[in-house]
């Protein structure tokens, strides 16, 4: 017995000391993949496999082999929970930057599965100009959008970022401005068409012009004339698989999130909306029925000082409007035509002093007689300073299924869901 306690108590010791050799490998490695990859990133303006910096997730995966269950939720991986189930999956982490990619496993919603640049290489943008539409400099944002492979999109500093025409981006693609100050602004702005699996995260995106009449390159092989664009913020045309999440979206010429023509998979959540008319258009138009196909949720955004109206504005479509919190509006917050089915749970709606704008919801165009059939319901929806909610239709089981894409808490609790809203300040060593 005393041989067999001997033996198992070396093999205990070797195992140990193995496993503690093992985890100090690791972590010499993963600080030499951190230096190497600051380097890879100051080599501005070089080939594209130059900015494509390699991954340092196998790294960071081996370490959480390691650790055990007990030690992740030491690390505070649970403990700093909002309730916001996007924030708790990947805020909490101080080294969110070595573990860039692990957002896209944190949408929820239609957009859920949207993987954006996720299974490609991490890209640094090194060049905030935007001199040539049709060949973009290698470091530049254009440059990047355009690729015909995945690519997770980082920035080496703060920067404003000037488009001259168009950004069109191409499918698998991550805009991620965590850890500097970005800003796509004064010019062009965002066209995500005919493509599917786009992740925008934290920037800022305003005063965004009209442009176009002009040739602009859509992928390394393509490009051609495009007419006038209206001035959105981002414009979703033909695409799915979309996530657009903790921005900052002001004062563009037309929408701030308008998504058309057959769009759908779309999730838009934590971002913050201020100073602009029409804030977000879903639908083409009321013959273009190809919408009735459309899924997407609204959650955990704050819609605040300055919006009038389109909060959203919807057409045909399956929408599930969920934990926003509504502080403004002139004219309206949701509204709608051609039938669409609209699914309000959980939100904080702070009617304006006018006593005439104090209804929530807005049948655009349509007579009652009509619009008494559509299904729009509102569930368990906070309804402050003399707000309302105009419900409809018969509240069909199957019609709101398809309008229900995670599950609402209570309106309780939007402000401390939605108090991270808009761009994060994120910095290396820190939660965000």
Same mark, same amino acid.
């Given at each position: ?17 193995? =496993? ?11 600080? +030499? ?24 997730? !196998? ?7 390691? /650790? ?6 030491? $690390? ?39 993987? #954006?640049?996720?299974? &490609?290489? %991490? ?15 290698? &470091? ?10 995945? $690519? ?9 970022? +000037? ?38 995260? #934290? ?21 051609? @004339?495009? +007419? *006038? ?25 037309? #929408? ?37 196909? *459309? ?31 509504? +502080?403004?509006? !002139? ?39 009509? @619009? ?10 906070? $309804? ?15 019609? %709101? ?16 869901? =939605? ?7 994120? /910095? ?5």
């Amino acid at each position: 017995m005393e041989v067999q306690f001997n033996l198992c108590f070396l093999l205990i010791t070797l195992l140990l000391a193995t =496993t503690k050799a093992n985890q100090s490998r690791v972590v010499e490695r993963e600080e +030499t993949l951190q230096i190497q990859s600051l380097k890879n990133s100051s080599m501005a303006e070089r080939s594209f496999n130059e900015h494509a910096v390699e991954n340092p997730e !196998e790294i960071a995966s081996m370490v959480e082999t390691i /650790r055990n269950h007990t030690q992740r939720r030491n $690390l505070n991986f649970f403990s700093c929970g909002t309730g916001n189930p996007i924030d708790d999956c990947w805020r909490c982490d101080k080294r969110w930057y070595l573990r860039r990619k692990r957002l896209a496993n944190c949408a929820i919603g239609f957009g859920r599965n949207s993987i #954006g640049g996720r299974d &490609g290489r %991490y890209y640094v943008v090194t060049n905030p100009n935007d001199d040539d539409a049709v060949n973009p400099r290698p &470091g530049t944002l254009r440059y990047a959008v355009i690729q015909d492979k995945p $690519l997770w999109i980082v920035f080496k500093r703060d920067m404003v970022i +000037t488009l001259k025409q168009e950004l069109i981006m191409n499918s698998f693609k991550t805009i991620d401005g965590r850890g500097a100050n970005v800003h796509i602004a004064f010019g062009a702005c965002i066209t995500i068409q005919f493509v599917t699996n786009v992740i925008i995260h #934290g920037v800022h995106i305003h005063d965004c012009k009209p442009t176009g009449n002009a040739m602009v390159r859509s992928s390394p092989s393509h490009y051609g @004339w495009r +007419t *006038m664009a209206d001035g959105d913020g981002i414009s979703i045309f033909g695409s799915s698989h979309i996530w657009i999440d903790h921005n900052s979206l002001s004062n563009c010429a037309d #929408g701030l999130v308008d998504a058309i023509m057959g769009s759908t998979a779309i999730t838009i959540s934590n971002n913050f909306f201020t100073r602009h008319n029409e804030v977000i258009l879903l639908g083409h138009s009321d013959t273009y029925v190809r919408d009735k196909q *459309m899924q997407v949720t609204i959650a955990f955004n704050h819609f605040g000082e300055g919006l009038i109206q389109r909060m959203p504005r919807c057409r045909h479509g399956y929408f599930h409007v969920v934990n926003n919190d509504y +502080t403004h509006w !002139e004219m309206y917050a949701i509204g709608g035509s051609a039938n669409p089915t609209i699914n309000s749970q959980g939100n904080r709606y702070l009617a304006p002093v006018n006593p005439f704008a104090k209804e929530v919801t807005k049948r655009v165009d349509t007579g009652a007689g009509v @619009w008494r059939g559509w299904n729009w319901r509102s569930q368990g929806d906070l $309804l402050l300073n003399g707000a309302f909610f105009t419900p409809s239709g018969a509240g069909a089981a199957a019609s %709101y299924a398809r309008a229900s894409s995670l599950s609402a808490k209570s309106s309780s609790l939007v402000g401390t869901l =939605t108090s991270g809203s808009g761009v994060l300040n994120c /910095r290396r060593g820190a939660m965000c």
